[in-house]
């Protein structure tokens, strides 16, 4: 069965740095996209970051550019999101999620399959 697991949430004041990682397993990890989503009560599911395994093809939102960082470890089928510079409003349950169309591991649509996610809390 697919695994996706979320680690390296937490609490970080205010500028501080996490790396997000999420671990794949259970399907060919290179035939899909893998997107971080990022979610807080009364608001929308926002796109952060997205990557397809072993295709130099990334996105990253505007809201996060250049803060944050999305990279990929094949060997181990393992996707990382590297946040810095994070302020209070990057507060939020951070997803990753895989899916066979680029668009929806960046808008969230049409996902295949999503992970249980990781609370970050920045103060």
């Known amino acids: 069965d697919v695994q996706l697991v979320e680690s390296g949430g937490g609490l970080v004041q205010s500028g501080g740095s996490l790396r997000l990682a999420c671990a794949a397993s259970?399907?060919?990890?290179?035939?899909?996209?893998m997107g971080w989503f990022r979610q807080t009560p009364g608001k929308e599911r926002e796109g952060v970051a997205a990557?397809?395994?072993?295709?130099?093809?990334?996105y990253i939102a505007a809201s996060v550019k250049g803060r944050f960082t999305i990279t990929q470890d094949n060997a181990n089928n393992t996707v990382y999101l590297q946040m810095n510079s994070l302020k209070p409003e990057d507060t939020a349950m951070y997803y990753c999620?895989?899916?066979?169309?680029?668009?929806?591991?960046?808008?969230?649509?049409?996902?295949?399959?999503w992970g249980q996610g990781t609370q970050v809390t920045v103060s």
């Open positions: 990557i397809r395994p072993g295709v130099d093809n990334t």
């Open positions: 259970g399907y060919r990890y290179s035939d899909y996209c």
């Open positions: 999620a895989v899916a066979r169309f680029f668009s929806a591991c960046v808008g969230g649509s049409r996902v295949d399959y």
